[in-house]
């Protein structure tokens, strides 16, 4: 995302609070930056990444000077970003082994060194527990930036060893307003952030056509299984083929729509609780074993949507 936009209207808390901490040189080694996905979080911490190798020493990176044209080509020797090797795949222990050497070896430009750890919940146990030694003897000027969606997934051991900088959905007014600033086309942005939950980047990333047809499909999905004109098992062969994280995603903010609704109308259904419960079962079992059968898992949750469905909560 564009220069200009970083830090986000929502995160001037946690940039203020960062450049006061470097200015006063407090920063601590380890920073874990935690909050819901879809907000700007890896987005903010790469900014930062740019400002302490900037050149220019002030409030935001120059965008010009060697160090920000290295970060910006992906090429800075004193910046390393450590993420999976495919999207829902584990951070494997070599990666952090890695670290090692790279936090041994002198800084290749003077100034600090930026490690980006993005997301923090991919590491599996085995390389969790191999980036401990790193964040204990970082070195000096040594910056480990962890990206988290979850948290609770992380060990105490690595989370103990960080300092927490937490961030937060936008309210709906502020979130609205940027969509509306990126997307000025776009006339159903109110409709997009409600199908994101609120966050604006994950709002963004709806925006896009094969995004859009993907979630088409799933609405298609959704409402057939909920009356009774595809059989889960069907549905789920079809779901197999969606990308998990949208879908999941897309399915859990409908679903919340509907909670939310039956509170009002003080007629909770409680077979919309057991489909909430089938689907956070779901993302816990893939995000912890992506090789699941992903159509076994869809044959369960939409079994859970026909029950409520079927029950006038669909």
Same mark, same amino acid.
């Given at each position: 995302?564009?220069?200009?936009?970083?830090?986000?209207?929502?995160?001037?808390?946690?940039?203020?609070?960062?450049?006061?901490?470097?200015?006063?040189?407090?920063?601590?080694?380890?920073?874990?930056?935690?909050?819901?996905?879809?907000?700007?979080?890896?987005?903010?911490?790469?900014?930062?990444?740019?400002?302490?190798?900037?050149?220019?020493?002030?409030?935001?990176?120059?965008?010009?000077?060697?160090?920000?044209?290295?970060?910006?080509?992906?090429?800075?020797?004193?910046?390393?970003?450590?993420?999976?090797?495919?999207?829902?795949?584990?951070?494997?222990?070599?990666?952090?082994?890695?670290?090692?050497?790279?936090?041994?070896?002198?800084?290749?430009?003077?100034?600090?060194?930026?490690?980006?750890?993005?997301?923090?919940?991919?590491?599996?146990?085995?390389?969790?527990?191999?980036?401990?030694?790193?964040?204990?003897?970082?070195?000096?000027?040594?910056?480990?930036?962890?990206?988290?969606?979850?948290?609770?997934? #992380?060990? *105490?051991?690595?989370?103990?060893?960080? &300092?927490? @900088?937490?961030? =937060? /959905? +936008?309210?709906?007014? !502020?979130? $609205? %307003?940027?969509?509306?600033?990126?997307?000025?086309?776009?006339?159903?942005?109110?409709?997009? #952030?409600? *199908?994101?939950?609120?966050?604006?980047? &994950?709002? @963004?990333?709806? =925006? /896009? +056509?094969?995004?859009? !047809?993907? $979630? %088409?499909?799933?609405?298609?999905?959704?409402?057939?299984?909920?009356?009774?004109?595809?059989?889960?098992? *069907?549905?789920?062969?079809?779901?197999?083929?969606?990308?998990?994280?949208? /879908?999941?995603?897309?399915?859990?903010?409908?679903?919340?729509?509907?909670?939310?609704?039956?509170?009002?109308?003080?007629?909770?259904?409680?077979?919309?609780?057991?489909?909430?419960?089938?689907?956070?079962?779901?993302?816990?079992?893939?995000?912890?074993?992506?090789?699941?059968?992903?159509?076994?898992?869809?044959?369960?949750?939409?079994?859970?949507?026909?029950?409520?469905?079927?029950?006038?909560?669909?």
């Amino acid at each position: 995302m564009d220069t200009e936009f970083w830090p986000l209207p929502w995160q001037e808390q946690q940039w203020a609070r960062l450049l006061e901490l470097s200015a006063s040189a407090r920063l601590p080694h380890a920073l874990l930056l935690a909050g819901p996905s879809g907000t700007g979080k890896a987005g903010f911490a790469a900014h930062f990444a740019k400002l302490l190798l900037c050149s220019d020493r002030g409030n935001q990176p120059c965008g010009s000077c060697r160090h920000c044209r290295l970060v910006a080509a992906g090429s800075h020797p004193d910046l390393v970003r450590v993420q999976p090797a495919e999207p829902g795949k584990a951070i494997r222990i070599d990666q952090v082994r890695a670290l090692r050497e790279f936090c041994a070896a002198r800084p290749h430009q003077s100034g600090w060194r930026v490690i980006l750890i993005a997301p923090a919940e991919a590491l599996n146990a085995s390389a969790a527990n191999a980036l401990l030694k790193t964040l204990e003897e970082p070195g000096a000027e040594t910056l480990l930036l962890l990206v988290t969606h979850e948290p609770g997934r #992380l060990p *105490a051991t690595v989370r103990s060893r960080c &300092r927490l @900088l937490r961030f =937060a /959905a +936008p309210d709906r007014r !502020a979130g $609205l %307003a940027w969509l509306r600033h990126r997307l000025p086309d776009a006339a159903d942005a109110g409709a997009l #952030l409600q *199908a994101a939950g609120g966050r604006p980047l &994950r709002a @963004l990333a709806l =925006a /896009a +056509p094969e995004t859009a !047809a993907q $979630l %088409a499909q799933l609405e298609r999905l959704a409402t057939a299984v909920a009356d009774g004109t595809l059989v889960p098992p *069907a549905a789920a062969a079809e779901s197999a083929k969606l990308d998990w994280a949208l /879908a999941s995603d897309a399915l859990l903010a409908r679903l919340a729509g509907r909670i939310r609704q039956s509170v009002v109308q003080r007629r909770p259904a409680p077979v919309l609780f057991d489909c909430l419960d089938a689907l956070v079962e779901a993302r816990r079992e893939l995000a912890a074993s992506p090789n699941l059968n992903a159509e076994l898992v869809w044959d369960r949750l939409w079994l859970a949507w026909r029950r409520a469905g079927a029950a006038g909560g669909g």
